[in-house]
């Protein structure tokens, strides 16, 4: 039976034909799409009149986000700004010292005696005066271990327990342990090696709990509600256990998500890492999409651990670290590229572009490849040399146009400072030199919501309403193709979704208005309604 839904207005992403009222779908996809008249044509059809009053575009495919969306939600949330758990429940958050520690204190009452306290979300940068350590942690919770992950993902703060049951109370030569003025660890533990040390001493790795089935289930809930149909895991260690259970969720009808893992190269060698890559590539499915591989360059700027060229900090920090040296990440790029498999570059400040700029360079000089689409992703400060540069490659850009909002403001009076600011996610100018471009989330660093991701491109307003780059907004046509159409470009997807022609996937988002008729500063309030994967009906909650 070919099934024909019927709405009052259908963006199609599709430049041959930009709007429509019915599609219709058969076998999961899309047959035709059209008016009334054009449906007639295919004989016997089933019209489904439930998105009559409301608008079909394409499902929205978030091209950087992480399933840890999933898995910390298992833990309590002690971020700056209120947010939503994937069940509906809204946490206030925490604006202060004081309200973290009584956050903390309620959290270690409920837990057995001894059992280690994780937290998530808290980020510093928001709090004047002196950085939380491991002090103002004891004061709060002194009878256990107690880690807080911060919002970026690239910095913990323990307390004294946790330090001394992972053996760093006393300092240890790896780079990224903070230490106060005794000189001795504060608790502060930057980037993926420090914070290594604490994960094994617990015997566990957030990055691995994606391997768990709750953890997939949960992150596809969460993106149905936000009208995603296509979804990353942008750092998937891709273990045995974890590739198991990606083919076994996605494979269940209900999943309502398609699912794009690329694996994290720093978790494995070279050699190791192409051989398993390699290996996935036949074992997906039409929901399991295996092929690009993760690679982390610097920390995040909000942090103080990205790598910014000169001037480096805004208010005089200390620049960055690198997640590896950087002549091995310039060896990691080769050998990829070499191998013929997509790379997807985490470069959040201007010198981590710069590196990644000569390696690609040396490696499609070395190695000319057709059509590679290596992505540089979140490339926040990445500056117009640079995207020229980027542009003469056929590179691609992601860009975390939530910064905006979240940390727009701490980027103009901490981090980057005025002239930097003006060009924070320069969208418009990497439209204007024709570099195919997405923007996302990096969910769980901030809520998964692509019309408030396009709503942050359009607006460029932080949490205080003031504008950044006014000449980097871009149109809301523009910032909803960012969210379609080229972020399915970015991952090797643009012939399956990200549009809705013949053919296709029939991915849909149902709202419940029309984007492109609402005043862009009403983007971010537009209401999911529901997603249609493969022609599948999933109500949003």
Not at 77 to 100: C, L, S
Not at 222 to 246: C, H, K, Q, S
Not at 461 to 467: D, K, M, S
Request: proline letters at 5%; glycine letters at 8%; charged letters at 20%.
């Amino acid at each position: 039976m070919i099934r024909v839904y019927e709405a009052s207005k259908i963006i199609t992403m599709n430049p041959s034909q930009p709007v429509a009222t019915h599609v219709a779908v058969k076998d999961g996809r899309i047959l035709a799409v059209g008016d009334m008249a054009v449906m007639q044509e295919l004989g016997e059809i089933e019209v489904d009149r439930r998105f009559a009053d409301n608008c079909l575009m394409p499902g929205f495919v978030e091209g950087h986000s992480h399933a840890l969306e999933g898995a910390m939600w298992e833990y309590p949330y002690v971020g700056y700004f209120p947010r939503r758990d994937p069940e509906g429940e809204r946490w206030a958050g925490a604006q202060t010292f004081e309200a973290v520690q009584t956050l903390l204190r309620d959290q270690a009452a409920g837990l057995p005696p001894g059992q280690p306290l994780i937290a998530w979300g808290f980020d510093p940068v928001y709090f004047e005066g002196a950085r939380l350590d491991r002090r103002q942690l004891d004061e709060a919770v002194n009878d256990r271990p107690l880690v807080i992950l911060h919002a970026s993902l690239h910095v913990m703060t323990v307390n004294s327990a946790m330090l001394e049951h992972a053996g760093l109370h006393q300092h240890v030569a790896i780079e990224g342990i903070m230490l106060g003025e005794d000189g001795r660890p504060n608790g502060e533990l930057q980037e993926m090696a420090a914070m290594h040390a604490v994960f094994e001493t617990l015997g566990m790795n957030l990055f691995e709990m994606v391997g768990v089935p709750e953890t997939l289930h949960r992150y596809g809930r969460v993106a149905r509600n936000a009208g995603v149909t296509t979804i990353t895991d942008l750092y998937n260690p891709l273990t045995d256990e974890g590739i198991a259970t990606l083919k076994e969720v996605t494979a269940e009808e209900s999943y309502p998500v398609r699912l794009v893992p690329a694996m994290a190269a720093l978790a494995w060698s070279v050699e190791d890492g192409i051989q398993r890559l390699q290996g996935c590539l036949e074992q997906g499915n039409d929901k399991l999409h295996f092929g690009p591989v993760k690679l982390m360059t610097d920390g995040s700027i909000q942090g103080y651990t990205a790598r910014l060229k000169w001037p480096h900090y805004h208010d005089g920090h200390a620049n960055g670290i690198w997640n590896a040296p950087p002549e091995t990440l310039r060896e990691i790029v080769e050998a990829y590229h070499q191998a013929g498999i997509q790379l997807h570059i985490h470069t959040n400040g201007d010198e981590a572009v710069e590196l990644m700029l000569d390696a690609l360079q040396g490696a499609l000089t070395f190695w000319p490849r057709c059509d590679h689409r290596h992505t540089l992703q979140h490339c926040q400060v990445i500056d117009h040399a640079q995207m020229r540069r980027a542009a003469v490659q056929d590179l691609c850009l992601n860009m975390f146009a939530n910064h905006l909002y979240y940390w727009g403001d701490i980027h103009r009076q901490r981090t980057l400072g005025h002239e930097r600011c003006q060009r924070l996610e320069p969208l418009a100018s990497a439209a204007r030199l024709r570099i195919p471009t997405a923007i996302h989330s990096d969910a769980p660093v901030t809520p998964l919501g692509p019309l408030f991701t396009a709503w942050c491109a359009v607006m460029r307003q932080t949490a205080t309403g003031q504008v950044l780059g006014e000449r980097e907004r871009v149109s809301v046509q523009q910032a909803l193709e960012m969210v379609t159409l080229g972020a399915a470009y970015t991952l090797h997807l643009d012939h399956l979704v990200g549009s809705l022609e013949i053919g296709k996937f029939a991915d849909m988002v149902a709202l419940d208005r029309d984007p492109l008729a609402s005043p862009p500063q009403d983007l971010k309030d537009i209401q999911v309604l529901a997603t249609v994967l493969g022609g599948r009906v999933h109500e949003a909650e």
